[in-house]
């Protein structure tokens, strides 16, 4: 688990399907990459479409810093909006690294990838708000309404 | 996705938390151990103590073949009852290859890190039979109530 | 191995000892860092010290992009220079990362790392050149003298 | 680094490539496989064919142990010989995860990827002997005329 008390911004992880059931979890990926870069965030995401694209789109209209950690090899692979773009050719065990990259994870959407990147999150203590998603214990997952009460939930506890 | 028509025998991963509440979880796990050791299956755990520990044991007493992945980088971090031990110094993102490794999953016990080994197996399409573990939708994971069968889910849905 | 026909500008890993033996070595990871960022290239360490740190500080001086994909679980291990960092928690098996995640690799000095860095691109197919590093091969891994001949030849290699 | 003096027997990971340049190479990889399973060491390699492939079997024929940690995901690509085989996934990335897993390691030939595997091991001081593979500076990586001096050199630095 990365200190978020030093010269680094903090990273936050926004995790979800590649592709999401309705536009509400696509817009409101889209609103949290927005609201986290506005914050000075880096955005990191598993690189693909759906809720990790619309995560980074959001973050770099405006202005934010965006990571794209693939499961496959191919730089190709990541959809746009996204900065830096790592191959990790790992497959699904990126989840963890995505995980372990973020100082906080915000998921949106129930995919079973998601529900592996918030167990992970929750395992290593690393602070989790999640949106539309699965129903788990509070406090290692703040189930909220909203990306905006989703994004003040991390900030407060990233202390920012 | 390993396939399990070959001359290879299938490996199930029985994954729990190396510090389960109560001693039926425990009992469970090596009951579990030793009913797919008596089957002809491999063995794979993670490597450590509590439901790992006795599902090993139960597969060595009747003579099965058990594999520990560890996340650490010492050998001597396996707990007893396992032939094989590979150090990975994975950390968490070893629960990923434990779920790799596996033609199935059986899952005991509650904790964050079983869950995500849960998610990713059903995200892998991987059969996950759980007892005393998390709420999900079947049939990705189906709930049993005791070891024995949660054993014969898994051996079915292998074509044992 | 990434397609640098892309969108995407060319990733370049610059590798060596985190404890060079002279200051040449280190002074020519500098030089490397400023000339790939001055032709837009995205520079890739493993985010210790030594040649890392000189390669980031040399791109961060003239504006590029730098990534760090550290050893370890903490962000604050990083050295300055890096404005991405990626806490990878793989040990020493975030070299095969750092190469899978470049279009090249240029090696400076002669650690065991480096060399495993080496060997890992030549046998992925990706261009390596090599200053004051191990003797090996051409062309697999084209022996430079100076950091702005390694980077000529990588940029050639690279289509630019 | 796996401790060596432990009630686990001795991990030797016998690396080379899978198409090795002439029998001879082969022939000696039986042997290494044969001579270390003779002396309790389970032997552990990539999974392929070749080299790997005749280490497995030459130990497999006395009764040894043996481990295959296959680069993709799918359990059918062993090679015969191998008792466990863990598909890993993990692509070249593996190579780290052979080394690591081992406590000494035995190059056979000269591939890239043998490279990759016995500079990892220098670097965590693992001992390495090498038959007809790359020159390297000893002590770290002690090279050898034939399988039988490279296991009683690795035996003796294992104080079996």
Do not use: F, H, K, N
């Given at each position: 688990v990365p200190d978020t008390e030093s010269v680094h911004?903090?990273?936050?992880?926004?995790?979800?399907?590649?592709?999401?059931?309705?536009?509400?979890?696509?817009?409101a990926a889209r609103e949290a990459g927005r609201l986290l870069a506005e914050h000075g965030v880096v955005v990191v995401t598993g690189g693909l479409g759906?809720?990790?694209a619309a995560a980074a789109q959001g973050a770099e209209?405006?202005?934010?810093?965006?990571?794209?950690?693939?499961?496959g090899t191919r730089r190709e692979e990541a959809s746009p909006g996204h900065a830096v773009v790592v191959p990790t050719g790992l497959g699904e065990m990126r989840n963890a690294l995505?995980?372990?990259?973020?100082?906080?994870?915000?998921?949106?959407?129930?995919?079973w990838g998601t529900l592996s990147e918030i167990a992970l999150a929750a395992r290593a203590?690393?602070?989790?708000?999640?949106?539309?998603?699965?129903?788990?214990?509070?406090p290692a997952v703040v189930t909220c309404s909203t990306a905006a009460e989703a994004v003040a939930v991390l900030l407060e506890r990233l202390g920012r």
């Open positions: 911004p903090p990273y936050v992880a926004v995790v979800g399907p590649s592709r999401p059931e309705g536009v509400a979890i696509t817009d759906g809720v990790m209209q405006v202005g934010g810093t965006t990571v794209a950690l693939l499961p995505v995980v372990r990259s973020a100082d906080a994870v915000l998921a949106l959407g129930g995919g203590g690393v602070p989790v708000a999640a949106v539309g998603s699965w129903d788990l214990p509070e």
